[in-house]
């Protein structure tokens, strides 16, 4: 498993998400990757859904369709209605270990936008529901600064 953290230079979430993703591991292994995004042209071939974006294996469990490139902070809804700066170790425990989610999970449909590279165009995205993933419309690798259920 690969795990991609696209951050903001100096991004104050930075930290934080990094101790979370290790927590969410539970001592499995993973190749993690930071990377600092310094441009929108780079946000947007990366695919930064805004500052922590988390990639695992080049998709965004967490963002939505019709999303611009952000390198705004990003905000993620926690189950208790809070919003973060990342998101918690319950939900990067389900997007990184989706066969252990149980259909009793209570968290919203997350689309994922796959990632593209540099001069490819865009690719079809999945809709996850409490780890199942089921085939979603075509749609732009579109970073998003905050979820939509982060109003």
Same mark, same amino acid.
């Given at each position: 498993m690969r795990i991609t953290v696209l951050t903001v230079p100096d991004?104050?979430?930075?930290?934080?998400?990094?101790? %979370?993703?290790?927590?969410a591991l539970d001592s499995r292994n993973a190749d993690v990757d930071l990377i600092e995004v310094v441009d929108h042209e780079q946000a947007a071939r990366l695919g930064m859904t805004g500052s922590p974006t988390v990639l695992i294996n080049g998709v965004d469990p967490f963002a939505m369709p019709g999303t611009p490139a952000s390198l705004s902070c990003r905000l993620y %809804?926690?189950?208790d209605g809070r919003a973060d700066g990342a998101p918690s170790v319950s939900d990067l425990r389900k997007a990184l270990h989706p066969a252990d989610a149980t259909a009793d999970c209570e968290c919203p449909p997350m689309g994922a936008a796959a990632k593209t590279e540099a001069a490819e165009p865009a690719s079809?995205?999945?809709?996850?529901?409490?780890?199942?993933?089921?085939?979603?419309?075509?749609?732009?690798?579109s970073p998003r600064s905050v979820l939509p259920h982060v109003a």
């Open positions: 991004c104050p979430n930075a930290p934080v998400i990094e101790e %979370r993703i290790a927590r %809804r926690g189950t079809p995205g999945r809709t996850l529901t409490c780890g199942k993933a089921t085939p979603s419309p075509l749609f732009p690798v």
